[in-house]
C-alpha cells in the first residue's frame, strides 16, 4: 500500500483541539496525541464492541468513532507541520492505534517514518504481526507496544470475536516482549465482556509474570452494537488496585477478596491508602491519559486522567476504597 505524507489517518478529538486549537471545552487534556490507522471500511476484523470492525459496518451511521470519541480524519503532513505546536501543547508521546487492513503494516512503517519528525516518543497498538516486522517497528522507533488483547479469557476472546487465536496472542505478547524488553508491553484488557473478577486477575498475574504490563479500560457500550455486561464501579476499583499491586511487584490474593457477593479487601494494603490513589489514574504507556475515553465527564470517573483531578475529587475516591476496606 502506497504511503506518502498525504496518506490519511483518524485523530482524536481532544488530540485535534489542542493541535489546532480549536475552541472546545476540556475538563482534561490528552498527554499523548492519539492517533488511529484510517480505512474508509473500517477494520477487517469482526470485535463485537469496536465501532472500526468489519461487523459494525452494517449498524453505524458513521466509523468516525472509537469507544465514546470523535476521531476525525487528518492526512500526516498537517500533523507533522504542526510538530512545534504539538511538543508546546504538552504531549509527551504519540500513539499510534493500528487496524487490519490489506497492507496495513507497510502503511504503518510509512507513517511512522513521517511521524519521527515531531520528535515525540512512539507508541504503537497492534495485531500479532511476526518477530521480524517487530524488529524492524522497534528499529524504526517505535519505543512501546500496545496489544489489543481486551478479553480477560478464551472463552470471552472467542465469544467477542477477536482475530487470530488466543495462543497466538500469547505468543505475539512473549516476542513483543523479547524484542522491546520487559515492561515495554502493555497488554490491553477491557473490563465489562463477562469476565468474572478472578480471571480477570489471574489473566493480569499472568502478563505481569511474562514481563508485560496492563493497561486497564473499562467497557463502554457504544450504540447500534451489542451490550455486553459491562462493569459497576466497585469492581473496576477492584482490578484497578489488583494492577496497581501487581506494578508494585505485589500479589493481589494476598490482600484481595473476589468472591461475587464478598468483594472488598482481606486485609490491610501493602501501601498508605493515600497511596492507593495511584490505582485510579488511567493506566497505560507512559504519557497516555485518555481523558474521558471511557466515560463521561459526569461520571462515574474509572479512570481519573490527571492527577490534578485526583486531587480535586480526592474525597470522592477515597471514599470509594475506604468503603472496600470496611467491607
Not at 477477536?162 to 505468543?171: A, N
Request: charged share 25%; hydrophobic share 40%; net charge positive.
Amino acid at each position: 500500500m502506497a504511503c506518502s505524507t498525504e496518506t490519511r489517518v483518524r485523530i482524536s478529538l481532544g488530540s485535534l483541539a489542542l493541535l489546532k486549537r480549536l475552541p472546545i471545552t476540556m475538563f482534561s487534556k490528552p498527554t499523548t496525541l492519539y492517533l488511529l490507522q484510517y480505512s474508509e471500511e473500517g477494520c477487517l476484523a469482526s470485535c463485537m464492541y469496536c465501532s472500526q470492525s468489519r461487523v459494525a459496518g452494517d449498524r453505524l451511521r458513521s466509523r468516525g468513532y472509537l469507544s465514546r470519541i470523535t476521531w476525525p480524519v487528518i492526512n500526516i503532513s498537517d500533523i507533522v507541520k504542526r510538530r512545534r505546536a504539538i511538543r508546546d501543547a504538552g504531549f509527551e508521546r504519540l500513539c499510534i492505534q493500528s487496524i487490519l487492513k490489506p497492507g496495513f503494516l507497510e502503511e504503518l512503517e510509512c507513517i511512522i517514518s513521517h511521524l519521527l519528525a515531531i520528535e515525540l516518543p512512539i507508541s504503537l497498538a497492534i495485531t500479532p504481526v511476526g518477530e521480524e516486522a517487530l524488529e524492524k517497528l522497534r528499529e524504526l522507533g517505535v519505543e512501546y507496544l500496545g496489544v489489543g488483547l481486551d478479553a480477560a479469557t478464551p472463552r470471552i476472546f472467542n465469544k467477542v470475536g477477536k482475530p487470530y487465536t488466543w495462543k497466538r496472542y500469547m505468543e505475539f505478547i512473549e516476542s513483543g516482549v523479547k524484542i522491546f524488553g520487559k515492561g515495554r508491553v502493555y497488554v490491553h484488557i477491557i473490563a465489562g465482556l463477562g469476565e468474572t473478577l478472578k480471571e480477570a486477575v489471574d489473566t493480569m498475574k499472568m502478563l505481569y509474570e511474562k514481563g508485560a504490563k496492563v493497561a486497564l479500560f473499562n467497557y463502554t457500550h457504544v450504540p447500534g452494537l451489542p451490550r455486553l455486561p459491562g462493569i459497576e464501579l466497585k469492581k473496576y476499583r477492584l482490578l484497578q488496585l489488583a494492577r496497581f499491586m501487581l506494578e508494585k511487584g505485589h500479589n493481589p490474593y494476598l490482600y484481595l477478596r473476589l468472591d461475587e457477593g464478598r468483594e472488598g479487601f482481606k486485609r490491610k494494603p501493602p501501601v498508605q491508602v493515600e497511596e492507593l490513589g495511584e490505582a485510579v489514574l488511567t493506566s497505560g504507556c507512559p504519557g497516555c491519559n485518555r481523558p474521558f475515553y471511557n466515560e463521561s465527564p459526569r461520571g462515574p470517573i474509572y479512570n481519573y486522567p490527571s492527577r490534578a483531578m485526583l486531587e480535586s475529587m480526592r474525597e470522592k475516591w477515597m471514599g470509594e476504597i475506604l468503603s472496600l476496606l470496611n467491607e
